[in-house]
């Protein structure tokens, strides 16, 4: 194995390390005080609030092909980090990034469920991949300006719902520097399947923060293949509650109950409602009773239909819930 000299230096030393890391840290801090991207991420911030892109003028800004913003930010701020690089090779860029033979993403700026990202595709790893099968409709809110380099994309849009499945129809998008797309991605999904040399593209997206589900649906019929909820949180909320079933928490159904109540997304509440009654029919009954007399709940319907059954099934649970008097 070959040590360069540099590497082996910091076995005994690491404080240039750590010197070129502080220097990395601050540069990017200068950076993110400059007025252009203080601007930017104050938009965002009240974008990942709920505001409309048009009503945030510096945010709208970068994905205008007709002004120069975009080129801009994404210039300036990859310049920025090869110089200190180029003086600092150890340090590491204190930006989210990931990078694999075909993607390469640098996290900008972050408020909240909103980021902006800067995307490489590699036309040649591209085109070694397999055509998907599957497509993904998630309710992320994108839009996508492409720098430089083109390709072609396919679309599946999502036209109608069906029992276990729903109609698909797809088309084609030409991706060109200039190209700006904007897609609910509830609805609609984009994946691209042939890139001339590379394309980079500036990426807004913009995540619930609760409720919301991610569906995965077979392209060959528009069979339905997976289901999942959308938001970091209601997977971490539904896999505790899993967790505390496979455990036998019963002492925590009561804390279950609650959650069932709860505002939040159907699937992560009725995933916690079963749980529930998993542990403690009694407690579960009871949250159940209260979530269908509910008519103003998404789930009153299911639950009512649920407890009828559990009723006919085990007539006992009748004197659960409480005298409606």
């Excluded at 609030?49 to 913003?69: I, Y």
């Excluded at 938001?231 to 609650?258: H, V």
């Excluded at 699937?267 to 079963?274: I, P, S």
Aim: aromatic fraction near 4%.
């Amino acid at each position: 194995m070959l040590i360069r000299p540099e590497l082996a230096a910091l076995r005994s030393d690491p404080a240039p390390q750590r010197q070129a890391q502080a220097r990395l840290g601050e540069t990017l801090e200068r950076w993110r005080q400059t007025a252009a991207v203080a601007t930017v991420d104050a938009d965002l911030a009240r974008y990942g609030e709920g505001a409309e892109l048009e009503d945030l003028p510096a945010l709208s800004a970068l994905f205008d092909p007709r002004d120069g913003a975009a080129r801009q930010l994404a210039d300036g701020l990859v310049a920025l980090l090869l110089g200190e690089l180029e003086h600092n090779p150890f340090a590491l860029v204190l930006l989210r990034h990931f990078t694999d033979e075909l993607i390469s993403s640098l996290m900008l700026l972050r408020r909240g469920t909103a980021t902006i990202a800067l995307q490489a595709i590699d036309g040649t790893a591209l085109a070694r991949r397999p055509e998907p099968v599957s497509v993904t409709f998630s309710p992320t809110q994108t839009v996508e300006h492409v720098l430089s380099g083109a390709g072609e994309a396919q679309c599946a849009r999502l036209v109608r719902e069906r029992p276990g499945g729903a109609e698909l129809v797809r088309s084609v998008r030409v991706m060109q520097p200039g190209t700006v797309v904007h897609r609910d991605g509830a609805s609609e999904t984009q994946w691209l399947c042939r890139v001339e040399g590379s394309l980079v593209s500036l990426k807004l997206q913009r995540r619930p923060a609760s409720g919301g589900v991610l569906r995965e649906f077979m392209l060959a019929d528009g069979a339905l293949a997976h289901q999942a909820a959308a938001s970091a949180r209601d997977s971490k909320l539904e896999l505790t509650a899993s967790l505390l079933g496979r455990m036998g928490r019963s002492d925590a159904a009561p804390l279950l109950a609650a959650m069932a109540e709860e505002q939040g997304s159907a699937a992560m509440r009725w995933q916690v409602l079963r749980e529930c009654l998993a542990l403690d029919s009694a407690e579960g009954f009871r949250a159940l009773g209260q979530i269908a007399r509910n008519a103003q709940d998404p789930l009153s319907a299911p639950a009512g239909a649920l407890r009828a059954q559990l009723l006919e099934q085990y007539p006992v649970l009748a004197g659960v819930e409480p005298c409606p008097a």
